[in-house]
């Protein structure tokens, strides 16, 4: 029986990986792969979707709903206040275009290391590096892995204080914050970023000399419907709507025509105003854990009512939330001006969070699912026997989790809640530091997450008007090869001389 449910399991990711590779929304993806694993399994099929499913998906949402819904907040009034773009701009400018792919790149870590996320740093930084790489002649294919690089590999995993779901999640299990393990992470970091340059640098000056240009690829023209809800949202126009796409020409060469001239809202704003949101998050966070929460009384939360934590539990949460509570009325209150109507920028920035938060709230329903039946038995033993050492056990299956379900947080989420305990508790009995852990938890769920189907390099492809056959090769290198090559490293350093 436990083959079958086995066979089951397996079954269940590829289908998981094969749909939502062809486009089919996670949210109600999940809980049908999660369910044909419980029959080939032999569970109860209603049971397990309301009594584990559902759990497990509620328990999410309500641990980390504020921190997806004031991220989203934040990144769409830094958005619409034209403070991104500012920023963006202000980074080209002092760069210049002869280095367009470290303009584009250090543009996407400053928004998203100050909390913007990576989808509304997409959408605000393509028409900026379409121009860029036109005037540099560099081929529009190399675009979506330089807004990688900047997005989702170093800021969101590595650089301690990061604001991102996947920096905050292993705070409850290890007692952490969002500044665990700073020196490692900061050696990640430079790992990440130097060797995706190293590589982006190379493959820009290869296309040079075999005579490539910028119109290697197709531009932006209006697509034909692909039966891709990303692809044919963008194609309906929803995209172009946008701000952050205001200066992409209505004609019918659009990718040919981007014009990069600030919107009113940057044009005139101090570029020292524009930083002071991500330089508020970061602070703001940082001061938090280290110096205002640790001095507060707050053995009220031992009480039931109030979870039966400690502050440990907590602390990490409470940081990133209210740093970007303050950034973002900083936002409303400096930049109230400068909006064309603040109330729609918070209800759309409040709505834009639902989506992702669900759609990753599924994925750890469904992996709470798998966890349920006996047959993962087979893979936990499996993951954990993969070596002595925590710290690999721990990026072995956090990096399989987040690959299979093609979602960092996603896969992290269910790796910490299956295997967490007994991880923390080997790395206790090893000597092994907790913020260690959190920082090798993090980083493992920037390495295989980003293949083929995860969401975000399926929403970049859709963006930049590219296909994974173009650009994926790219992606893979700067976003999955040189991140497990910087785990690794951080691993070996970790063993050797333990947190730092």
């Known amino acids: 029986m436990a083959t079958l449910g086995l066979i089951g399991i397996i079954a269940s990711l590829a289908l998981l990986i094969g749909f939502a590779y062809r486009g089919i929304n996670v949210m109600f993806l999940a809980p049908l792969c999660a369910l044909f694993a419980a029959i080939i399994a032999g569970a109860p099929v209603l049971a397990t979707y309301t009594q584990v499913f559902m759990p497990a998906l509620g328990k999410f949402v309500v641990s980390y709903l504020p921190i997806f819904m004031l991220g989203a907040l934040f990144g769409k009034l830094m958005d619409d206040s034209g403070a991104a773009r500012r920023i963006a701009d202000s980074i ?7 280095r367009a792919v470290l303009a584009i790149v250090l543009s996407c870590a400053v928004l998203t290391y100050g909390g913007v996320t990576l989808f509304v740093v997409a959408f605000a930084i393509f028409p900026i590096a379409a121009e860029l790489f036109r005037q540099a002649d560099i081929p529009k294919r190399l675009i979506p892995a330089a807004i990688a690089l900047g997005s989702f590999t170093f ?11 996947q920096n905050a999640i292993p705070s409850p299990y290890f007692g952490t914050t969002t500044f665990a393990a700073p020196g490692l992470g900061v050696i990640a970091g430079v790992i990440m970023f130097g060797g995706g340059m190293l590589w982006l640098t190379r493959r820009a000056h290869s296309a040079r000399d075999s005579g490539e240009g910028y119109e290697d690829g197709p531009l932006m023209s209006p697509p034909k419907p692909s039966g891709h809800p990303v692809r044919d949202t963008l194609a ?7 701000p952050v796409f205001h200066g992409l020409e209505a004609g019918p060469d659009r990718g040919g025509s981007v014009a990069v001239e600030a919107p009113p809202a940057s044009a005139t704003m101090p570029t020292a105003l524009a930083y002071t949101p991500v330089v508020i998050v970061i602070a703001v966070n940082w001061v938090m854990v280290n110096l205002v929460l640790p ?6 939360l031992a009480e039931k009512a109030y979870g039966g ?9 409470w940081g990133i939330i ?3 509570v303050v950034a973002i009325a900083f936002v409303l209150v400096v930049h109230r001006r400068r909006f064309a109507d603040a109330q729609q920028s918070l209800n759309e920035g409040t709505l834009g969070s639902m989506l992702p938060i669900f759609n990753t709230a599924s994925e750890v329903g469904y992996g709470a699912v798998v966890s349920s039946l006996p047959a993962f038995a087979i893979i936990r033993d499996a993951v954990l026997g993969v070596s002595p050492n925590p710290l690999i056990s721990t990026s072995v299956s956090v990096n399989v989790l987040a690959g299979i379900t093609g979602s960092a947080s996603g896969g992290m989420s269910i790796a910490l809640q299956a295997l967490g305990a007994d991880l923390a508790a080997r790395a206790q009995a090893d000597g092994i530091s907790m913020e260690l852990m959190h920082r090798i938890t993090t980083l493992s769920s920037g390495g295989m997450d980003a293949l083929p189907h995860n969401g975000a390099v399926i929403t970049l492809l859709a963006v930049t008007g590219l296909t994974h056959r173009q650009s994926y090769k790219d992606i893979g290198v700067v976003a999955v090869v040189i991140p497990v090559l910087a785990i690794i490293v951080v691993i070996a350093l970790g063993t050797m001389f333990g947190s730092f």
């Open 92 to 98: 080209v400018g002092f760069l210049g275009p002869q």
């Open 155 to 165: 800021t969101m995993t590595a650089l301690p204080g990061s604001p991102t779901i």
């Open 236 to 242: 309906a126009g929803e995209a172009h709507a946008d």
């Open 295 to 300: 001095r507060l009384d707050t053995s009220y």
């Open 309 to 317: 934590v400690a502050l440990k539990d907590v602390q990490g949460i």
């Open 322 to 324: 209210v740093a970007l």
